[in-house]
């Protein structure tokens, strides 16, 4: 079983590139994010030529969820729970697994916060503590629960191309840190660092500066897995394939493959 996640940045723009990904890859679950569109414009039919089931939520211009799924979701919810917000940031849904259990998938894009004095970091602190209690719902409800999608927070300096200098910023703060922490300590695991020890290795690089070229990136896009699922693991990994096309988002995808 594949699980991916991918900050598309206007999937307007990048609809055919997600496609030749789906195409290539047979991912079982695609998460994206930054739709930037609303839902009457969502191409679900290209999806579902590809043999894919589309759950989703969006907004214009800003922010906006999708999960892309070979089976359709049961139960899906696209409202942060216990938290009043019109900003489209979070859906998930249960998936039959093979065993006859399901799984519960749920993807996030968590606010960027822009600056550790701002409003917007208020705003993040927020919106990030009830992600923490939703998700201690969704593991006391199903141990077989996966949480993926774009935190805009680095785990860790390995996740960082110069920790010195984005050190206290945002996205590497120590609160930040902190607060991916306390989420994670409710059962979740970083698949990726599980399988790769060292650094060096991004999903998101700037688009000013010769970001990707220079490999200045950040490791901000993550597929947490609880427990049980993260003993079925079997590789996680990232694909900087896409990165590299005309045009691409300025994320590139991050997977997590396990035995079911």
């Known amino acids: 079983m594949k699980i991916a996640s991918w900050n598309v940045n206007s999937l307007r723009v990048r609809v055919e590139h997600v496609s030749d990904w789906l195409t290539a890859n047979q991912p079982d679950l695609l998460c994206l994010q930054e739709l930037k569109m609303v839902d009457a414009d969502f191409p679900d039919e290209v999806f579902t030529e590809l043999g894919y089931y589309s759950a989703f939520t969006g907004q214009k211009t800003y922010n906006g969820v ?14 942060l729970p216990g938290f009043e917000d019109p900003m489209r940031r979070y859906i998930a ?8 259990k399901t799984l519960r998938i749920v993807n996030v894009y968590v606010p960027n916060g822009q600056a550790l004095d701002s409003d917007k970091f208020v705003y993040k602190r927020a919106w990030f503590a009830k992600l923490q209690k939703a998700m201690r719902h969704s593991l006391s409800e199903n141990r077989n629960t996966v949480l993926v999608g774009d935190f805009n927070i680095t785990p860790s300096d390995l996740d960082v191309h110069d920790p010195k200098k984005w050190s206290g910023s945002i996205h590497c703060s ?10 994670m300590s409710e059962g979740l695991y970083d698949t990726y660092r599980h399988f790769n020890k060292d650094g060096d290795q991004f999903s998101w690089w700037d688009y000013r500066g010769a970001g990707y070229r220079a490999n200045e990136g950040l490791r901000i896009d993550l597929v947490l897995s609880s427990s049980d699922m ?8 990232i694909d900087e394939a896409p990165r590299k096309l005309e045009r691409p988002s300025d994320h590139t995808p991050a997977i997590a493959e396990y035995s079911i």
């Open 93 to 100: 849904g249960d998936y039959p697994l093979s065993d006859g």
């Open 66 to 79: 999708a999960i892309l799924s070979k089976k359709p979701l049961a139960n899906v919810v696209t409202d």
């Open 230 to 237: 993260l003993d079925r693991a079997t590789a996680s990994s």
């Open 174 to 183: 120590d609160i930040e840190r902190l607060m991916l922490q306390k989420l």
